[in-house]
């Protein structure tokens, strides 16, 4: 068996004016769907981040993919992270400043995810077997997920006679956010609730962790992730206000800047008697950031990703080294549709040392731009069911595949720029700064 077609299909979907510290969602998300076909005729499929930039590293490793058998994953690996290395000048592998999918220096782990998993998608295929089967069998065939929310402005995304329907409305104090939840979690069935924080000034993110706690209760973990907004002596302020409302399972993600800024509020912390866990998908993206990241007791909860950690086998390799050294995991997420949820479910799935729900923005999304055939991966009491369907066991919609394809051709993003968006319609001179408060 050999590769025989290698197609690349960048779409746009539409997004909702969320709010972070990196500025302002764009009524747009972009994304690569990618198609493997071998010569025997099976195709495998896989979702990864959009533009031209992911685009480029894609269509730079045809040579490598092309005639290529899809079952030796090792050898495209070592061809693609010895280019990397060639390519490689020196820099900060964190996404501290860079916006996931942007970082060049982690280009290489994103291009070989989204290859891997459409390998794994034809063997899958070829075996009549599901992914996480394939690569060692499922630790749980329905992994859990959690309700992420955002602030927001008014609006639902999309442009023009796109535009789409408002689900949540505007989201920019305690108790709309409280209503954002109860929305989410009535339509989805989550059981915990992460708040993107790093938005508002802390003294109302605080407020809105509180008023979250006292409608759902203990029974409800929750987190924050602002995203290294907040400097360390913040970081400590806002980790001794909320020490009970992110105990019992929930964590403090990214609160400030680097393994240094985040062992000092660690540290400040605990001599207080409070063991809030620092989770992190900022400080920790790559397997060098582990032992330091430990060493230094700077993050207990590490944020995999399997597009950037370079795939689901990878993902595993990471549960085992967390584990090894007690270190939690969890999942982080970008704007995706359902090809990347399955993706995401997966990886999950093939992960004994999972030791909390994942992120994802799915419920962000809208049925008017999956591409999965169908319609949407539902997501039922909070978590996503793994069937017996072979490979991912999601196949694509061809025309709403070309639909998405149409709209970005029409549109001129080609890279996400929240600082851009956020002098558009917010501040016309509004830049990220770290720390902000």
């Given at each position: 068996m050999r590769i025989s077609e290698f197609r690349i299909h960048p779409v746009a979907i539409a997004d909702g004016?969320?709010?972070?510290?990196?500025?302002?969602?764009?009524?747009?998300?972009?994304?690569?769907?990618?198609?493997?076909?071998?010569?025997?005729?099976?195709?495998?499929?896989s979702e990864t981040y959009g533009g031209d930039g992911p685009a480029a590293a894609l269509e730079a490793a045809r040579s490598y993919v092309m005639g290529s058998d899809p079952y030796q994953l090792t050898s495209l690996w070592m061809s693609l992270a010895q280019r990397a290395e060639q390519d490689r000048k020196g820099g900060d592998r964190s996404q501290t400043y860079l916006v996931p999918g942007e970082n060049p220096l982690d280009v290489h782990a994103r291009t070989f995810a989204a290859i891997e998993v459409a390998c794994l998608d034809i063997i899958g295929k070829a075996m009549g077997r599901p992914i996480c089967d394939i690569v060692g069998g499922a630790a749980r065939r329905e992994p859990p997920f959690s309700a992420y929310l955002f602030y927001k402005h008014g609006g639902g995304g999309g442009l023009g006679a796109d535009v789409r329907e408002d689900e949540y409305g505007e989201c920019l104090d305690a108790q709309s956010m409280v209503r954002q939840a109860k929305q989410m979690i009535a339509k989805y069935g989550f059981k915990e609730i992460k708040l993107k924080g790093g938005v508002l000034d802390p003294a109302e993110e605080i407020d809105t962790i509180r008023a979250l706690r006292e409608e759902f209760g203990a029974a409800f973990p929750l987190r924050i992730d602002p995203n290294c907004a907040w400097s360390v002596e913040t970081s400590v302020e806002i980790g001794r206000a909320l020490k009970d409302e992110l105990s019992d399972g929930g964590y403090l993600e990214d609160p400030t800047a680097s393994l240094d800024g985040m062992a000092e509020v660690r540290r400040r912390l605990l001599a207080e008697g409070n063991d809030t866990p620092l989770a992190s998908n900022v400080a920790t993206t790559a397997f060098e950031h582990l032992a330091p990241a430990r060493r230094m007791d700077a993050v207990q909860i590490v944020l995999s990703d399997p597009h950037y950690w370079g795939g689901i086998r990878n993902q595993q390799h990471l549960s085992k080294f967390c584990e090894a050294l007690g270190l939690g995991l969890s999942m982080h997420s970008n704007n995706h549709l359902g090809v990347s949820m399955m993706i995401m479910a997966h990886a999950s799935a093939a992960c004994?040392?999972?030791?909390?729900?994942?992120?994802?923005?799915?419920?962000?999304?809208?049925?008017?731009?999956?591409?999965?055939?169908?319609?949407?991966?539902?997501?039922?009491?909070?978590?996503?069911?793994?069937?017996?369907?072979?490979?991912?066991?999601?196949?694509?919609?061809?025309?709403?595949?070309a639909r998405g394809e149409e709209r970005y051709a029409k549109l001129p993003y080609r890279k996400r720029d929240d600082e851009a968006e956020m002098r558009k319609h917010v501040d016309p001179n509004w830049k990220r700064v770290l720390p902000r408060w």
């Open positions: 004016p969320l709010r972070s510290s990196y500025g302002r969602h764009a009524p747009y998300a972009l994304r690569s769907v990618v198609e493997l076909k071998t010569d025997d005729g099976l195709t495998g499929i004994p040392h999972l030791t909390y729900a994942c992120d994802t923005h799915y419920p962000w999304q809208t049925d008017v731009d999956e591409v999965v055939l169908g319609g949407r991966v539902p997501i039922v009491d909070g978590c996503v069911r793994i069937g017996n369907k072979p490979g991912l066991g999601v196949e694509l919609d061809y025309d709403q595949l």
